[in-house]
Nanobody, 126 residues
Framework: QVQMVESGGGSVQAGGSLRLSCVLR???????VGWFRQAPGKEREGVAA????????YYADSVKGRFTISQDRSKNTVYLQTNSLKPEDTGIYYC????????????????????WGQGTQVTVSS
């Protein structure tokens, strides 16, 4: 059973940074890892994803240029570096894993993902 554990959340002021980590048990059972977030009263939205086979990445427009997703296979870990944080980035951040056929179109359809972590809270104050 693939398990995913997030960490690294916290409270920062606007303009600050956080690095979120997602440690995967059975890392090679998935080949796409996504980061999603959910703010109070809002639907969950995808922010970044990585295809672990070749390291290709995909971002939501709202975070392009500010967030970076990366992986360290030796540590079974996917990271989300968040810079220039804004109050609207506040929410619970989840990592999710999926195994997709090669060439699958990028999307943030949560139904693609079979495995989810418990989430880590990010709070950005103005």
């Amino acid at each position: 059973q693939v398990q995913m554990v997030e960490s690294g959340g916290g409270s920062v002021q606007a303009g600050g940074s956080l690095r979120l980590s997602c440690v995967l048990r059975f890392f090679y059972s998935v080949n796409r890892v996504g980061w999603f977030r959910q703010a109070p009263g809002k639907e969950r939205e995808g922010v970044a994803a990585i295809y672990t086979v070749d390291g290709s990445t995909y971002y939501a427009d709202s975070v392009k240029g500010r967030f970076t997703i990366s992986q360290d296979r030796s540590k079974n870990t996917v990271y989300l570096q968040t810079n220039s944080l804004k109050p609207e980035d506040t929410g619970i951040y989840y990592c999710a894993g999926a195994r997709v056929p090669a060439g699958t179109r990028w999307s943030f359809d949560s139904q693609v993902y079979d495995y989810w972590g418990q989430g880590t809270q990010v709070t950005v104050s103005s």
